[in-house]
């Protein structure tokens, strides 16, 4: 698949995430109007916890590779932040360019954030599409009150073309496991089906096998 990166295992002991077997990294990328949470998100990922300090609206690109097992293997992604949407303007290019799944992720309080998605949505579109790319609608903030119908979400599911709803607070750390295990095994399904089948077979091995070393690697 041209528009994924590899890293090779490293003799590092600083650097657990690049020792061990050889990965592919999905690009994935979250997208949505400021405020929604993406940086919280993104950084709870990094961290663990939720950001204590009042974020700042980020102001540029940020990634972070991240690991997650689903069944038969692991599925590595790059996840990728930048500023809302609507400051976006050209900085969109790159930052969707390659990307294999995106986030459109909204705040469940606020319904302009949901409708706002129709932006971001035309914007991606110059990129990729949701035929080669896995769309998810995320509704982030779900620890405050909702000012959302559960129909005007699947409504927006459908207009948009993404394939799943989550549900996820970025402050309590509901819902983010179910989102990145959810996604990681969606991609894992694409990137097994999209193989040559010479190559999925090789893949299979190398996943049954625990995928040490480059022995076993299906590349
Ligand atoms: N209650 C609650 N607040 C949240 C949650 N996630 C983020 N916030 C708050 O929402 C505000 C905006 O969060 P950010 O992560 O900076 O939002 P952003 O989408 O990255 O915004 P931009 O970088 O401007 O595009 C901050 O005050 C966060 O503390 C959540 O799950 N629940
Ligand atoms: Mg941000």
Do not use: W
């Not at 919280?40 to 590779?65: E, H, I, W, Y």
């Not at 500023?83 to 294999?100: I, M, P, Q, R, S």
């Not at 302009?112 to 903030?141: G, P, Q």
């Amino acid at each position: 698949m041209a528009n994924r990166m590899s890293f090779l295992g490293r003799n590092n002991s600083s650097s657990s995430i690049l020792d061990g077997p050889r990965l592919f990294y999905h690009k994935v990328c979250l997208t949505g109007v400021s405020n929604v949470g993406k940086t919280s998100l993104f950084l709870r990922m990094k961290t663990g916890v939720f950001p204590d300090a009042q974020t700042v609206s980020t102001n540029g690109v940020d990634t972070q590779l991240l690991v997650r097992n689903v069944t038969g293997g692991k599925v590595g992604m790059s996840l990728n932040d930048t500023l809302g949407v609507e400051k976006c303007g050209t900085l969109t290019a790159n930052y969707f360019k390659g990307a294999e799944c995106i986030l459109f992720m909204f705040c469940i309080e606020d319904q302009y954030s949901l409708e706002s998605l129709d932006d971001a949505i035309k914007e991606t579109s110059k990129h990729v599409t949701s035929s080669t790319c896995l769309f998810y609608l995320v509704a982030n903030k779900v620890d405050l009150m909702s000012e959302i119908t559960a129909d005007r979400v699947t409504e927006k599911q459908i207009e948009l073309d993404c394939k799943k709803v989550f549900y996820i607070s970025a402050k309590t750390g509901e819902g983010i496991d179910e989102l990145f295990d959810g996604i990681a095994t969606d991609l894992n399904m694409k990137a097994v089906n999209t193989l040559p089948e010479v190559s999925r077979i090789q893949l299979h091995v190398t996943q049954t096998q625990g995928g040490h070393g480059d022995k076993k690697c299906a590349c």
